[in-house]
């Protein structure tokens, strides 16, 4: 097993990359800009960071190699990769305010449910159930157009604080027409609060591949052939609701999000004696399902910390 990361590599210590003022600018220029004057000007603020960002930067070059030599046949820009991948996180930024704005609605997305999930979403007879996510693609897209469908409540746990001047921003283009909750303050009050919601038919959506911020309750997987920890929050959690997971993923392709459900755990209804063996297999199945994702779309992984803790053991 890793050993535990460092309070100065963890993803939650790391200081918050976007201060106000570039915030802001980004903010005006998605709402004032001309589509064909975005990508100069995202090269330029992308530009500012990749050049003050050497940890981010090394991170980035050793997911791509391990990439590349778990998937030889990932397609990675032959000229400045890690340079494109800041680009590309620069630009799913803008497609968040876009959503917010109303630049991007339902009607752009390419829907791809080939297990039906989108039909369960629509079926008010049935308890609430879990979407995992991730940080591959932008699920941002996804949180703001959640009000296309008529009564339909998703609440998303975050863990936020970390980046509290991005959800100002965010707030200020319209992002408080969702429910979400922060995750450091998940007690038996608001374990009740969760059962309360699932029964009332609402869902959750938690994000699945990033170690908590305390640091506990993680498991070991194999990940693009190298062991990393992933959290266990999203399964004990589901365990404890006792209702199905699903996956969701948003990726930007050729120019248009493509939203990606599947089924993935139909039952949840762990005994206690098989609760951690399950938990374990969920995480590594996960980490497969993440990894293939990542190999169709190498430039839309946006874990920007040290996500295979190297710095300690290397």
Known sequence: ???????????????????????????????????????????????????????????IARYQARLQTAFPDAVLPQRLPVFQQFVAFGGAVCDRFAVWQRKIRYEDLVLEDPDDVYALVGDRSLRGQIFVCSHVGNVEVC?????????????VLVHSRHAEAFNEALQKAG?????????????AALMMELHRRIDAGEWLAVAADRVPVRGEKTVPVSFLGSPADMPQGAWLLAGLLKTRVHTLFCIKQNGRYHLKLGRFLDA????????????????????????????????????????WNDANNG
């Open 175 to 187: 992002a408080d027409r969702i429910q979400t909750i922060q995750v450091t303050d998940l007690d």
């Open 268 to 307: 949840t209804d762990w005994k206690r004696g098989g609760r951690n063996a399950a938990v374990a297999a969920a995480a590594q199945r996960f980490a497969d399902v993440l990894a293939q994702e990542c190999a169709r779309n190498p430039l839309q992984w946006f874990n920007f910390y040290d996500f």
């Open 143 to 155: 949180r703001a157009l959640v009000s296309h469908h008529q009564g339909f409540k998703l609440n």
């Open 1 to 59: 097993m890793n050993k535990p990361t460092s309070d100065s590599e963890h993803w939650a210590a790391q200081n918050e990359r976007g201060n106000r003022l570039f915030l802001g600018i980004t903010t005006l220029m998605v709402r004032h800009l001309p589509a064909w004057l975005m990508n100069p000007c995202i090269w330029f603020v992308v530009l500012y960071f990749y050049a003050t960002a050497p940890k981010q930067r090394r991170n």
